[in-house]
């Protein structure tokens, strides 16, 4: 949330109008959303609009805010313009609850601007459950004088598991932006823990003296809060930290742990959103002390961790404890123009929920999609130990290819025959990836899959590998090109990149792909690189789009499995067409 606020009539004209829609339901499949006119071509762009992934029917929509479970229900907020297909200056907390993760239906509005300390936007927050199964919302409110400021919400009846009407506490604002910080440098609140004390904790996004800052807040009853002397964690290589994110992360297994677990069977996440990505650290966190302390610090260069290399922002955790698993969320944009948006009547898409772990070397975090998503597959392609020879260009047939899930795996046979990589510095494994794209061979690469591809390969968007031999290591870099995915000139092309932390010679090399017409999820060594793309071909849509695994390198490679399965659209809509 970084569009600075404007002081004009015509915010307090968009108000009124907003507090109308915030009486009716988050979108209608009609003309009128929230009670709100729409005059764009709403048809237009369609082959664009993803199937499986999370996004309202139209309009603005960004950060996925207080990801929940609560009886038996599923819950997603997020930051929401209810009045058009850009960000708005006034913004609210849509919300839409789920039996499963990946089937939506969208609910009334959760929270508008409507008091003094929030009536210039509702931004983002977290939810937190209270003993007793009782969920409460921090959220930052941007107040009258134009302060970001935390407020406190809750639901009107816990009896019901919709969580349909919240209420704003009559305390609001619990914090303010406290002595040097700014009053647009004060956002985004956590999820909260409590410690063994008893007392909870939360922190907010901010920045002071150029540092990036989580400052830390202390409270006995969740209402009254008061700040800690120091903060959590500060960084003097980074900028504003929005939508933080702290939590703990088990060091033993895949499954996931409260937010409140504090014992020496797990490590601690520090995140934060700068820069257009979300960085991660891993640590220790020392209650005492009220510190964490990582193991490395952000260094500001393509070393530090991420959770994705693409497009991937203002992400938030939760914990599952139906399934035992910590779920991750993140905001992916358009990479087409503003214009584009308009145009179309919707803009931005919430990533697949992720499963979130600890790596067994106990380095970085891995990632995977939810379980859930493999009950929409339908038709299946499988391939096994297929050679792929220099310049083999292979589709994957009978299955729908803007609309699939696959799973390829490669075996090396002549690993130890790569070429050698030249490090005689740090390298930034995007920029490698930009100067040896897909169509640049080497001995070992570039091979992988042409995902949204013509027939003729005049689009294309490759996701690959390439393998070089370093110094008593491999190193294995995985790179999503973009540059011939769309025949358009007016949308965004970057090409993506990172490494792969894994040994080649221990185990094969894999990649699953989540292609949704113009969404490209791809994770890449089990969960251990991911790499989110937005294309928009001009001829690669729908039945048109071909899928294709490829190898440019000079040495062969083998498909030792590859699984693909088409993917059923997923039921996102009104809550009347759901059986509740």
């Not at 390439?466 to 995915?485: A, E, P, T, Y």
């Not at 089990?526 to 440019?552: E, H, M, W």
């Amino acid at each position: 949330m970084t569009r600075p606020l404007t002081d004009n009539m015509e915010i307090f004209a968009g108000l009124i109008v907003l507090i109308a829609c915030c009486c009716s339901l988050l979108i209608s499949n009609g003309n009128e959303i929230g009670g709100c006119s729409q005059t764009n071509n709403f048809f237009q762009y369609t082959n664009y609009r993803t199937s499986y992934h999370f996004q309202p029917s139209r309009n603005w929509i960004n950060d996925p805010n207080g990801p929940m479970y609560y009886k038996g229900f599923y819950h997603l907020f997020y930051q929401y313009n209810p009045l058009g297909a850009v960000f708005g200056d006034i913004m609210i907390w849509g919300h839409s609850a789920s039996y499963d993760l990946i089937n939506w239906f969208h609910l009334n509005h959760a929270l508008c601007p409507s008091e003094p300390y929030d009536i210039n936007s509702c931004w983002s927050g977290s939810t937190t459950i209270l003993p007793g199964s009782k969920p409460f919302i921090l959220y930052t409110g941007i107040d009258a004088n134009g302060r970001q400021v935390q407020n406190l919400a809750m639901p009107k009846n816990l009896s019901d598991p919709l969580l349909k009407e919240w209420v704003k506490f009559s305390g609001n604002p619990v914090m303010t932006p406290p002595n040097g910080v700014k009053k647009d440098d004060f956002r985004d609140p956590t999820t909260a823990w409590q410690g063994s004390d008893g007392e909870w904790r939360v922190i907010v996004g901010s920045r002071s003296n150029n540092q990036g800052i989580a400052i830390l807040y202390r409270s006995k009853d969740f209402m009254h809060w008061t700040k800690f002397q120091n903060p959590l964690y500060s960084s003097e290589r980074t900028g504003m930290w929005e939508c933080p994110d702290f939590y703990p992360v088990s060091i033993n297994g895949t499954k996931g742990v409260d937010t409140s677990v504090l014992n020496p069977s797990v490590k601690h996440v520090m995140k934060a959103s700068f820069n257009s990505h979300d960085y991660y650290m891993l640590g220790t966190y020392n209650p005492q002390m009220e510190k964490f302390f990582p193991l490395t610090d952000f260094e500001g260069t393509s070393s530090d961790l991420r959770y994705d290399y693409g497009k991937f922002y203002a992400s938030k955790t939760f914990f599952d404890n139906v399934k035992n698993r910590r779920i991750l969320w993140g905001w992916v944009n358009e990479s087409d123009s503003r214009q584009d948006d308009i145009e179309k009547g919707w803009s931005g898409v919430q990533s697949i929920p992720r499963q979130i772990w600890l790596d067994i070397n106990g380095k970085q975090l891995l990632q995977w999609p939810v379980e859930e998503i493999e009950t929409l597959r339908g038709k299946q392609a499988s391939i096994d130990d297929k050679k792929l020879e220099s310049g083999s260009v292979f589709e994957v047939s009978g299955i729908t290819a803007s609309q699939v899930d696959v799973e390829v795996v490669f075996e090396l046979p002549e690993l130890e025959e790569a070429d050698e990589f030249i490090n005689p510095g740090l390298v930034d494994p995007q920029l490698l990836c930009n100067d040896k794209n897909a169509l640049i061979p080497s001995r070992l690469g570039p091979f992988g899959l042409l995902a949204l591809a013509t027939e003729e390969l005049t689009e294309q968007t490759a996701i690959f590998f390439q393998i070089f031999r370093g110094h008593n290591r491999f190193v294995v870099l995985m790179c999503s090109d973009q540059s011939r995915s769309s025949l358009r000139k007016d949308v965004d092309k970057t090409t993506y990149g990172a490494f792969v932390d894994i040994d080649p010679r221990q185990e094969k090399i894999s990649l699953r792909s989540l292609i949704d017409h113009s969404m490209i999820e791809s994770f890449g060594g089990g969960g251990r690189t991911c790499i989110t793309s937005r294309v928009y071909p001009q001829l690669a849509t729908d039945k048109a789009a071909r899928l294709y695994v490829f190898n440019n390198g000079t040495l062969g490679v083998v498909i030792s499995s590859l699984n693909a399965w088409s993917i059923n659209e997923a039921r996102i809509g009104e809550e009347e067409s759901f059986k509740v």
